[in-house]
């Protein structure tokens, strides 16, 4: 039986350790967006963000995150596709059965 080692802590997006202002130790996982981080030392320090120069951790967030730019931004391929349009319209949308013009609506 061989030991294997337990899979590195990984970041949210939008949280700090994700952030391109965190200072901390971390790598980009083999998908290209995930954010792994090392497995006793999760903190690191704010680089001119508004919690500058604060220890900041994986649950920790801001409203001015940057994306860190080791992070492959999502492209058209990874989104999912919008539904297809049909050809012809719904049965709903067919044009109603005229009716006649009353003599008064024609005068």
């Known amino acids: 039986m061989s030991f294997v080692p337990p899979a ?3 970041a949210e997006l ?10 901390g130790w971390r790598r980009v ?3 290209g967006s995930t954010v792994e981080l090392h497995p006793t030392e999760q903190r690191g320090p ?3 963000g ?6 900041r951790g994986p649950r920790n967030a801001c409203g001015q995150w940057l994306r860190w ?4 931004p999502e492209t058209v391929d990874q989104s ?6 049909s050809a012809s319209p719904p049965a709903s ?10 003599p008064a609506a024609a005068a």
């Open 8 to 10: 590195p802590p990984v």
């Open 14 to 23: 939008r949280r700090c350790p994700s952030c391109n202002r965190w200072g």
């Open 29 to 31: 996982g083999e998908d």
């Open 46 to 48: 704010c680089r001119e």
């Open 50 to 55: 508004p919690w500058h120069g604060s220890l």
């Open 69 to 72: 730019i080791e992070i492959v």
């Open 80 to 85: 999912p596709s919008p539904p297809e349009a």
């Open 93 to 102: 949308a067919a044009p109603a059965a005229s009716s006649p013009v009353s």
